[in-house]
């Protein structure tokens, strides 16, 4: 399977942006998707993710009620919406799937695409 991210880009603070991640090679209709970034100098960190039956996610706490993902089984794709983006949330982001469960370490996600850039700055 691979993943394939796309729709980063520059935005200023309090704007919104969506990515967007689409899967070939193979379904994960069935498995958790979801989003991590890296800002740089900083380690990858979990920002949100969701289940395969698209009810169910987890995501941060420093993303709650501004990041929202949801998933369209029939194209293979995930969305991440960004409202009320933040410097701080500048980072390259990255989509990943088929962890074992919602609170994996990201040492156990199995697919991970190559990552689009959101740079957050006036």
């Known amino acids: 399977v691979q993943l394939q991210a796309s729709g980063g880009g520059l935005v200023q603070p309090g704007g919104s942006l969506r990515l967007s991640c689409a899967a070939s090679?193979?379904?994960?209709?069935?498995?958790?998707m979801g989003w991590f970034r890296q800002a740089p100098g900083k380690e990858r960190e979990f920002v949100i993710a969701?289940?395969?039956?698209?009810?169910?996610?987890h995501s941060a706490e420093s993303v709650k009620g501004r990041f929202t993902i949801s998933r369209q089984d029939a194209a293979s794709t995930v969305y991440l919406q960004m409202n009320n983006l933040r410097p701080e949330d500048t980072a390259v982001y990255y989509c990943?799937?088929?962890?074992?469960?919602?609170?994996?370490?990201?040492?156990?996600?199995?697919?991970w695409g190559k990552g689009t850039l959101v740079t957050v700055s006036s």
């Open positions: 969701v289940q395969g039956n698209g009810r169910t996610g």
């Open positions: 090679g193979g379904s994960l209709s069935r498995s958790i």
């Open positions: 990943a799937a088929d962890p074992p469960n919602l609170l994996s370490p990201r040492e156990l996600w199995k697919y």
